[in-house]
């Protein structure tokens, strides 16, 4: 098998889809942050405690929706810590974020091993199963990549538009990105910027800890620690890579999840067979890498990303 | 005010006993006033009297600790830019709030409509932006973007604001300091057609000139309390002075003084863009020993650029800039502090100084390398806290001592330690970019002297300045800045402020280099 | 509501809202406890006394300690200069990487010129690992924050890679783990049959020698007018850029130290698990001491304190040893808020 043959397999392309919806989830949310002015580190950490509380909830007997559920509300707690001591206390992000991240997961880890203090292997759960859209999901390659995923795969594909709609056509977003470029501008117009910065970033919050849950509940089916693997940092990237524009984020999460499915098939190939699987498994972290340099020149960053505003300051 | 005889217009505003405190200082001092349909009423005071404090509490950017404010007869709830703006108050701030990287419209739009709704409605919105710039002369794109605007149409942009929201009170923070006197003209049109539609405008400013032109009535702010009121037909400039600094200002003496030697040649040179500002096109410039040469212009046309030349940040991409006849291959702040030029920046909080350093530590910020402040890399604080004290003796710095935190000075006292920490190593060239700003007078004063005495001593010096006076006041020769270009020299008393206000508008300048 | 900010805090604000803050993470701890299902008091004397109840376990926590003050040291130089270095981990297994590659009999020296020279070349290791990542910064601009987390990432698999293929210990039966090291470059214990090794005498030697250089030298007055305003700096004339990768330099290299001091003072090989996070802890305990060198000191055997002993107390009861890591990243968030709150008072409205 060589890279012709893998690039015109369908399930590459389906394997794409899926590794990429994680990503989407999380990196739309970092995006909303971050184009509220609000850099959110805590992202790795909310989307393990995503990962586990959507896991948990089905794990207890809930149904799968629930489960998101849960694990949005899980990721939006965490955000509203976030965005308590980043926004009205004005915090600094970089420390904030890195110790959300660290409370989060370290929270998932205490609540898993209370819950399950014996197992070894980690008890599977049902996840969510493929839908077939009809008649589309026949289509050569496109159709078992697109339209033969599950359904929270779909859900992220529909983020996109109506995080795109939310930013560009509606009064909110308008604030949103206001409060990002110069929350002068929203305070003197009469809004609270507290309210839109913090709203921004629980939101998000939300939507990273589905990116979370995407991967107990569509991916893997069982919680494991460490398996969110600096895919948050990675949506981070993505979010510069996508110059804060969420079709573009989501395109270069499209990209980078080829990529990724790339490197798994490639370790199959003889090539896998001399090259360390290691370098393989290097290369999301390598291209996330590429991807912030290929952009530094001309990212259009949010101009009051990161600068707390306290009201009435002099 | 009660005993004041008018026409009997109805109250708009009514202040009454506001007060404010600012940790120990008194910002505002129970103040009051009423303000009436259809008049223009002029708020005058130094800087640091308390105006722009008193306006963001109207506005409900603060929180007042005592009075109340009664909009159209209703009082107005305290701390909520919101309820301010939607009883018809509306701030064009001094410092513009605007998005850059958004559209004029998307800036006009921002919190008119109800933050959920489905839709931005900006087809309707594009035709009433249009329809307003129309009624009051306010030409600007609808589309553009903001960053790309110059700075008199991004305060068209914020008048459109307010007028979008039909503000029948408009408060303008020193809204010309910005402008040329060309563009105040229209700016004052605006205002006339704003007061004949039955608007009522505050008019904050330390200008007397605007002020003598624009106010039906003068109301005089000094350190916090309202010490005067007066209707402007029966006051002029002299006494309005009086009233605002409580004694009359002198104007700075300037003794002619034959100009030395050029310590400092630009010949052709070009720098490259900064930001949203132009960089350097093709400019000549002498900078003699013994002579103030002053640079006027509009802001944003290019003397950040010039600033940047000179203080050794930028260096030329093309021309050649010689100090002493020689160029300077390796140019950069060191190298400018070595070949002896004294550089007081534009903003002393941003790049002057370092708010959580102590003021010797901040005294020692260009000369921490050498000796006697450090060897061979250790520091010597001792050294460091003689220089500070000398400083603090010399320049008269009011501080608690040399290991204060400078971030307790007041802006007079800190541009005053920058002032010692540049003009004690004896330069031999000054750069003085924006001397003054934000000063009171007594310090303002001091820092002119100052400057004046290191000229007569000597010394070249380029003084840039937006105050068209104090440039006019204080320089042998005037250059105006357009774009990046420089205007041929022009000796003093030669232009009157009228001929150099067409100079700032760009008339004169060809675009192609002038003869030097 | 809004900040109004203390121009000088009273001594009473200065003490009393950090100790409001480790009250709170107390209180924490003891609502874990309860929610295990546990007694809280008991739960927290279990901690303190699996962390210094007993020779053994005091000797545990200083050990424990000893990379958390490297790595502590690394956070605080970086974040002084507002460099986000959150790549300590990274830079820990290079230094440890290059002390086993150095020190398996690459080089047959003795003990006394062996070991500084090991230190050295871990440190260099770790110092090369930052430079990529800051002068991606300085040069490009590209924050630091996600190319240093990243790296981590790249080189555990790296260590990975190597500890299967060229590092692998041929007599290992099979483990992923290197050689062990040969005794001359085994760090010695400072007192006989006291299992506490010369690494620990080495990260107080090297707060003290951070300590010096922030607050007497040169480079530690441009580090911090870098940090606190560097537009100001660069307007004074001080080499901005070249402070950072300085800077950087120093981190990276302690960062290393770490690595280091725990395969040559503890382990004697190198393994996939030589660190359990020690990177990611060195930046609690970095807030945690104000950035502050000999802060960092405390804050070590603090944060090791509440490891050892939460190991140790979830051996006896069922309490989850994670309590540690909630605690000392509760820990971190409440000290930045009460930090803050020392220099400024709420005002509602």
């Known amino acids: 098998m060589d890279l012709f043959d893998i690039l015109l397999n369908a399930s590459f392309w389906a394997a794409a889809v899926r590794i990429a919806s994680p990503l989407i989830f999380a990196t739309l949310g970092e995006l909303i942050c971050e184009r509220a002015g609000v850099l959110n580190l805590g992202i790795e950490g909310i989307m393990v405690a995503g990962a586990f509380a959507g896991w948990m909830t089905v794990y207890l007997g809930f149904g799968l929706w629930t489960g998101v559920l849960v694990a949005m509300l899980v990721g939006m707690a965490f955000g509203f810590l976030h965005a308590v001591l980043t926004v009205p206390f004005g915090l600094s992000q970089h420390v904030v974020g890195l110790g959300v991240t660290l409370l989060a997961t370290a929270t998932a880890y205490f609540a898993y091993r209370l819950s399950l203090p014996e197992v070894t292997s980690p008890p599977k759960i049902e996840p969510f199963q493929p839908l077939e859209i009809p008649l589309l999901a026949k289509l050569p390659l496109i159709g078992p990549a697109f339209f033969a995923q599950t359904a929270l795969t779909y859900l992220a594909f529909a983020l996109i538009l109506a995080v795109w709609l939310l930013l560009y056509r509606t009064p909110l977003g308008l604030a949103i990105r206001a409060a990002g470029e110069n929350p002068a501008s929203v305070e003197a117009q009469g809004l609270s910027v507290t309210a839109i910065r913090m709203g921004a970033v629980i939101a998000g919050s939300g939507l990273m800890a589905v990116g979370g849950a995407f991967l107990t509940m569509s991916a893997f089916s069982s919680f494991f620690f460490e398996m969110v693997n600096g895919r948050g940092w990675i949506c981070i990237a993505l979010v510069v890579f996508g110059a804060w524009r969420p079709g573009k984020a989501a395109l270069g999460a499209l990209l980078f999840a080829a990529f990724d499915a790339l490197q798994v098939r490639l370790q199959q190939t003889p090539m896998g067979a001399v090259v360390p699987y290691q370098l393989f498994l290097m290369v999301p972290y390598v291209l996330s890498i590429l991807a912030l340099i290929l952009m530094s020149r001309r990212a259009e960053v949010p101009a009051a990303l990161m600068m707390p505003f306290n009201k009435g300051e002099r | 005010m009660t005993d004041r005889e008018r026409d009997g217009a109805e109250v708009v505003l009514r202040l009454s006993g506001i007060t404010k405190r600012f940790g120990a200082l008194l910002a505002n001092d129970a103040i009051g006033f009423d303000l009436r349909k259809g008049e223009v009423i002029a708020l005058l005071g130094e800087n640091g009297a308390g105006k722009t404090t008193l306006m963001n509490i109207l506005f409900g950017h603060y929180t007042a600790d005592e009075g109340t404010v009664e909009v159209f007869g209703q009082p107005l709830p305290p701390g909520h830019p919101r309820a301010a703006l939607a009883a018809g108050v509306g701030m064009v701030h001094q410092h513009f709030t605007l998005a850059d990287n958004l559209s004029v419209l998307d800036n006009v739009l921002l919190g008119t409509r109800p933050l959920f709704s489905a839709s931005l409605g900006k087809a309707a919105a594009r035709t009433r932006v249009n329809r307003l710039a129309q009624d009051f002369g306010l030409a600007v794109h609808p589309d553009a973007r903001v960053g790309s605007l110059s700075v008199g149409e991004r305060q068209r942009v914020e008048i459109l604001k307010a007028l979008y929201r039909d503000a029948r009170i408009l408060i303008l923070d020193e809204p010309t300091a910005v402008l040329t006197p060309q563009e105040t003209t229209a700016l004052f049109a605006t205002l006339k057609k704003a007061v004949a539609l039955g608007l009522s405008i505050i008019f904050i400013s330390h200008k007397l000139g605007e002020v003598m032109e624009i106010s039906s009535r003068v109301l005089v702010l000094r350190h916090g309390k309202l010490v005067g009121e007066v209707e402007t037909a029966r006051t002029d400039r002299h006494r309005l002075a009086e009233m605002m600094v409580g004694a009359e200002i002198a104007a700075p003496k300037v003794a002619d003084r034959a100009p030395g030697p050029a310590l400092l040649t630009l010949k052709a040179v070009d720098t490259a863009r900064r930001g949203n500002a132009p960089g350097l096109k093709g400019v000549d410039l002498d900078l003699r020993a013994g002579q103030i040469i002053g640079l006027a212009g509009v802001s944003g046309n290019g003397q950040s650029a010039l600033a940047a030349l000179i203080g050794g940040l930028e260096s030329p991409v093309a021309g050649r800039m010689e100090l002493d006849g020689g160029q300077n291959a390796d140019w950069s702040p060191r190298a400018a502090i070595a070949a002896g030029i004294a550089r007081i920046p534009e903003d002393r909080h941003r790049s002057g100084t370092v708010a959580d350093f102590s003021l010797a530590e901040n005294a020692i910020l260009e000369s921490y390398a050498r000796q006697p402040m450090s060897r061979r890399g250790w520091m010597d604080w001792r050294a460091a806290d003689m220089f500070a004290r000398r400083i603090i003796d010399t320049y008269d710095v009011r501080c608690p001592g040399p290991s204060a935190r400078i971030r307790l000075l007041s802006g007079g006292n800190m541009q005053k330690l920058i002032l010692g920490r540049v003009l004690e190593a004896g330069p031999r060239i000054i750069l003085a970019n924006q001397p003054v700003r934000g000063l009171d007078i007594g310090a303002v004063t001091f820092v002119h002297n100052r400057l004046i005495a290191a000229r007569d001593a000597g010394a070249a010096i380029l003084l840039i300045s937006e105050d068209l006076d104090e440039v006019t006041a204080l320089s042998d020769v005037i250059h105006v800045i357009y774009e990046g270009q420089l205007s041929p020299g022009f000796a003093r008393g030669t232009k009157t402020p009228a001929e150099l206000g067409l100079w700032m508008a760009g008339q004169g300048f060809g675009g192609a280099h002038h003869a030097a | ?349």
């Open chain 3, 1 to 349: 509501m809004r900040l109004e900010p203390i121009a000088n805090p009273t001594l009473a604000r200065r003490i009393g809202l950090p100790a409001v803050a480790l009250v709170l993470t107390v209180i924490a701890a003891s609502l874990l406890a309860l929610l295990a299902g546990a007694n809280p008091f008991a739960t927290l004397g279990l901690i303190v006394q699996g962390a210094a109840g007993s020779k053994f376990a005091l000797l545990e926590t200083l050990n424990r300690a000893t990379p958390l003050i490297f790595t502590g040291l690394a956070a605080a130089v970086a974040f002084r200069a507002r460099l986000w270095n959150i790549g300590a981990e990274a830079q820990l297994y290079a230094g440890a990487v290059v002390t086993v590659l150095l020190g398996t009999g690459a080089l047959g020296l003795p003990a006394p010129l062996l070991l500084p020279l090991l230190a050295l070349a871990a440190m260099l290791a770790g110092a090369a690992i930052l430079l990529g990542p800051v002068l991606l910064k300085t040069r490009l601009g590209v924050d630091e924050v996600v190319t240093t987390l990243l790296f981590n990432f790249i080189m555990l698999l790296f260590v990975s890679y190597l500890l299967e293929g060229p590092m692998k210990d041929p007599m290992g039966m099979g483990w992923p783990k290197s050689a062990a090291l040969i005794p001359e470059a085994r760090l010695p214990r400072i007192v006989t049959g006291l299992r506490l090794h010369w690494g620990f005498a080495l990260a107080l030697l090297a707060a003290l020698a951070v300590w010096v250089i922030q607050t007497r030298t040169t480079l530690g007055y441009e580090i911090r007018a870098v940090g606190l305003n560097a537009e100001a700096a660069r307007f004074a004339g001080i080499p901005v850029n070249r402070v950072m990768v300085k800077t950087a330099l120093l981190s990276g290299g302690l960062a290393a130290l770490a690595g280091f001091s725990e395969v040559a003072g503890l382990k004697g090989n190198l393994t996939l698990d030589l660190s359990p996070g020690f990177g990611y802890a060195g930046i609690i305990v970095a807030m945690l001491a104000l950035l502050n060198p000999l802060g960092v000191i405390l804050s070590a055997l603090f944060v090791a304190g509440v490891f050892v002993g939460a190991d140790s107390m979830s051996r006896a009861a069922a309490v989850p040893t994670y309590i540690a890591d909630i605690l000392t990243a509760t820990a971190l968030l409440t000290m930045v808020l009460a930090l803050r709150l020392t220099h400024a008072r709420v005002r509602w409205r």
